[in-house]
Nanobody, 130 residues
Framework: QVQLVESGGGLVQAGDSLKLSCAVSPNNFSNHRTAWFRQAPGKEREFVAI????????FYSGSVKGRFTVSRDNAKNEVYLSMNSLKAEDTAVYYCAAVLGGVLPPSARARSDPNKYHFWGQGTQVTVSS
């Protein structure tokens, strides 16, 4: 059974940095692409970033591009989201999600559609105070 477990959330001040981790199991769950989404209270789940299985390809939403970096270490079965220059509007529950197929879809819509992802973590809260 595939499981994703996020960690690293917390309360930070605007301008601070934070790094989230997503532990993926079992170890033999390979050739999948992994994305980060977030959901603020009263809002729909929002795409943040995606990374291919090899890590060679990434894609970001416009609201985080240049501030957030997605990466992965397949030897450790982990995916990361490094967040810099955090803003109050980044406050949300952050989820990692995965789907079989290591290559990013050609369209941005397919990359960012939460309905395309089959496996989800439970989320980790990030709160940015202004």
């Amino acid at each position: 059974q595939v499981q994703l477990v996020e960690s690293g959330g917390g309360l930070v001040q605007a301008g601070d940095s934070l790094k989230l981790s997503c532990a993926v199991s079992p170890n033999n769950f390979s050739n999948h692409r992994t994305a980060w989404f977030r959901q603020a209270p009263g809002k729909e789940r929002e795409f943040v970033a995606i990374i291919s299985w090899t890590g060679a390809s990434t894609f970001y939403s416009g609201s985080v591009k240049g501030r957030f970096t997605v990466s992965r270490d397949n030897a450790k079965n982990e995916v990361y989201l490094s967040m810099n220059s955090l803003k109050a509007e980044d406050t949300a529950v952050y989820y990692c999600a995965a789907v079989l197929g290591g290559v990013l879809p050609p369209s941005a819509r397919a990359r960012s559609d939460p309905n395309k992802y089959h496996f989800w973590g439970q989320g980790t809260q990030v709160t940015v105070s202004s």
